[in-house]
């Protein structure tokens, strides 16, 4: 069974920054997809950004463009989002979430995805 730890989320004024780790309990060769989920009160579930654990392709929803980048440490095992010009709308829970035996295409959908975090609140105040 893979496990999802997410840290680093908090409270932070509009403009600043943060930066979410989710740590992977055990890393296979077949979780080969990861991404940043988030969901605001009464919104639906959606992907702020995901990578190929490979590093060659990712996604970004297009509000969190050149402010949010997402990255992966293999040797630790750890998925990174680094959130930068924080704005109020961003407030919501962030989740991790992995898939395995996944294809070429990278996919936005949570639907797909098989393993989650517990999720961490990321609050920004205005």
């Known amino acids: 069974q893979v496990q999802l730890v997410e840290s680093g989320g908090g409270l932070v004024q509009a403009g600043g920054s943060l930066r979410l780790s989710c740590a992977v309990s055990?890393?296979?060769?077949?979780?080969?997809?990861m991404g940043w989920f988030r969901q605001a009160p009464g919104k639906e579930r959606e992907c702020v950004a995901a990578i190929t654990w490979s590093g060659g392709t990712t996604y970004y929803l297009d509000s969190v463009k050149g402010r949010f980048t997402i990255s992966r440490d293999n040797a630790k095992n750890t998925l990174y989002l680094q959130m930068n010009s924080l704005k109020p709308e961003d407030t919501a829970v962030y989740y991790c979430?992995?898939?395995?035996?996944?294809?070429?295409?990278?996919?936005?959908?949570?639907?797909?995805?098989?393993?989650w975090g517990q999720g961490t609140q990321v609050t920004v105040s205005s």
């Open positions: 055990r890393r296979t060769f077949s979780i080969n997809h």
């Open positions: 979430a992995a898939r395995y035996l996944a294809g070429r295409y990278l996919s936005s959908s949570p639907d797909v995805y098989d393993y």
